[in-house]
């Protein structure tokens, strides 16, 4: 194995210099996880005081006794002496403001007898997520929240079309933005299209805009939110529940690049980048018809799947620090282990949003700036006398089977683990038909 001994004092001046150049930190690491040499951003966030030289890299970014692969994530560096080639994976770094999320990209640099003689290492922190409660940005350090968010550093800077898939109050707003954030076009506008519950004309107006005289009531030109995205960002937000007859206008302007307001004649170019997003199962829409296959396919280039709360359970506390910090600043509330107890059992089928909604009552109920249980909804507290309270009629209350059916859905929904065709094979009935019991529950 090479190590650092075979380089001189000459050697590591000169490597240093090349360091020096690149403008994110860089480190120049032996094969055996030594450090040779390191450029002044890198000594400005992770230098301790101590010289860097002959440390191992593991002990300075991470903290670690052992490599990272020994401490349950991925190593680049060993990745890349593995593959001989350059390799990028997201990680959590140390630094003098805490935990932050780095894309490390390593090149292998090879001797004269094509041996790999050290890799370089550059890191990029990244600005739209922290892994710290008091930052305005998405937080998280779950295996899950990283893998989304290394995808979400993976596509940001193309022009590649992203479609963001996960349920109702997962962040994909927020996951829309951190794209545009990190793109070319982040110094233009970022535009959201709330798709649900547009009619056909009201559809057109305001995506499209409008000429004076359109249709009656239109006194004015109006500009459609497609010229309000020039240059930036188009994000469309529940795309799944566009109705057929839409859709082909909507394809047709992500296809041609051009769109006609309403009442006009001339075509107008459009320019942005597309993200959309959508708590629904396109491909079972696709498959019922329900759903254009060519649009599925036009804006769904590169998918991401956004975790459910249930899915990040390690961010819990993480998410409750950075919602109470957010919701009452001029406070210091925090929960107690009970009640904390109470919300890790909590399957949270509303997701943040549902939890950012049961702290806001919580600080409300609270009469010191400790939360407790009771301060907690009792489906929250106490969920099996909830659940038995929901399914149980009132005295003399006779409930249409319709309605036991559907609060037995939304309580077995919330809590199976599996997939949904498992859980269609366990309620006794097809994919398609779960797939519309589910689609009536969220419209309710």
Known sequence: MTTFIRFGERAQTEITAVLDVIGAPAVAITPDYRILAANQAYRDIYGDGSPLHDRRCYEVSHHYAVPCDRAGESCPLADCLRSGRRQRVLHLHHTPRGEEHVDVETHPIRDEQGEISYVIEI???????????????????????????????????AETAVLLQGDSGTGKELVARAIHDNSPRSDKPFVVVECS?????????????HERGA???????????????EGGTL????????????????????????????????????????????????????????????????????????????????????LIA??????APEHTYRVAPAALACLQSYAFPGNIRE???????????????????????AEVSDPETAAVDRQRPYPGEILPLEEIERRYLAQVASKFQGDRDSLADKLGISKRTLFRKLQNLRAR
């Open 322 to 327: 950075s919602l109470l910090s957010r919701l």
């Open 235 to 318: 994000f469309l937000d529940e795309i799944g529940d566009v109705p057929l007859g839409l859709q082909v206008k909507l394809l047709r302007l992500l296809e041609t690049g051009t769109y006609r307001p309403v009442g006009g004649t001339d075509p107008k170019q459009a320019d942005f980048r597309l993200v959309t997003a959508t708590h629904r199962d396109l491909r079972v829409m696709v498959a019922e018809g329900s759903f254009r296959r060519d649009l599925f396919y036009r804006i769904s280039a590169f998918p991401i799947a956004l975790p459910a709360l249930r899915e990040r359970s390690d961010d819990l506390p993480l």
């Open 215 to 229: 249709f009656t009531g239109a006194h004015a030109r109006k500009i459609g939110l497609v010229e309000a995205a």
């Open 355 to 377: 939890l950012r909604n049961i702290l806001e009552r919580a600080i409300l109920l609270a009469d010191d700036e400790v939360i407790l249980p009771e301060h907690l909804p």
């Open 123 to 157: 890191m990029r922190q990244m600005k739209t997520a922290s892994s710290r409660a008091d930052a305005y940005s998405m937080v998280g350090r779950s295996r899950a929240f990283t893998r989304m968010l290394e995808l979400v550093n993976r596509v940001a800077p």
């Open 197 to 209: 519950g547009l009619s056909e004309s009201l559809f057109e107006s305001e995506l499209f805009g």
